[in-house]
């Protein structure tokens, strides 16, 4: 299957810096990447859609001034979580679809942990 | 709208008996349907899907699912199962016009030795 690389694995960081996460789909070229977030024995919560080329689509509740989506190429796209709370300490997973769009293959996750 | 039901927080099963993790969906027209896997501290990796065509889909580390259209239902089953199948199990739909796909809570699979 097709895969999807995330850097880094796990960050901590103090509260009020940014940090920044990458998304990398590495034997295929991806127009679109997803962001989630998910919670200790929760399920996904998608954060936004990353569209290469234009902005980036947010879902409802999320801050788009807290969480800059980058899609530089078609092979990467960024998260960076800005001025950074322990509240957005979480496990944050990007995906992303093959040509077909029929399935969407995921990162490994980045394990943030905010002090 | 497209929404996914996963019954059961958890599934207990010995190993080597067969297991089911059971996935209902609701979709506007035909779904796209599918199962992942989640071990701890990684992401998500795919074990099937269910496009078209026969509704036993076979996929990853001997895992199948059973398409049916009547009970909107897609359980994911194993005929026996290994201590190492215990994960977190996610299902999840998708319309034929989105590629955004609805996952569902997750179910913890724990396979007792």
């Known amino acids: 299957g097709a895969v999807v690389s995330q850097h880094p694995s796990w960050v901590i960081c103090k509260s009020g810096t940014s940090v920044k996460i990458e998304c990398r789909s590495l034997?295929?070229?991806?127009?679109?990447m997803f962001w989630y977030r998910q919670f200790p024995k929760q399920s996904l919560m998608l954060m936004a859609t990353?569209?290469?080329?234009?902005?980036?689509?947010?879902e409802q509740g999320v801050e788009k001034d807290k969480f800059l989506i980058n899609h530089a190429s078609l092979t990467l796209s960024t998260l960076t979580v800005t001025s950074a709370h322990p509240e957005d300490s979480s496990f944050y997973i990007c995906?992303?679809?093959?040509?077909?769009?029929?399935?969407?293959?995921f990162g490994p996750g980045t394990r943030l942990l905010v002090l | 709208a497209q929404s996914v039901a996963q019954p059961e927080d958890q599934v207990n099963v010995a190993e080597g008996n067969p297991l089911t993790v059971k996935c209902t969906y609701s979709?506007?027209?035909?779904?796209?349907l599918f199962w992942y896997v989640q071990y701890p501290n990684r992401g998500l990796q795919f074990l099937l899907k269910?496009?078209?065509?026969?509704?036993l889909v076979k996929g990853s580390y001997g895992f199948e699912a059973e398409f049916n259209k009547s009970q909107t239902s897609f359980h994911l089953k194993k005929p026996s199962a290994l201590v190492s199948d215990s994960a977190l199990y996610f299902c999840?739909?998708?319309?034929?016009?989105?590629?955004?796909?609805?996952f569902g809570r997750g179910t913890s699979l724990i396979v007792h030795p």
């Open positions: 979709v506007s027209g035909n779904p796209y």
């Open positions: 990353s569209n290469e080329g234009s902005k980036a689509t947010y």
């Open positions: 034997d295929f070229q991806a127009t679109t």
């Open positions: 995906s992303a679809p093959t040509s077909d769009q029929e399935t969407q293959y």
């Open positions: 999840a739909v998708r319309d034929r016009r989105s590629y955004i796909p609805t």
């Open positions: 269910y496009i078209t065509g026969d509704n």
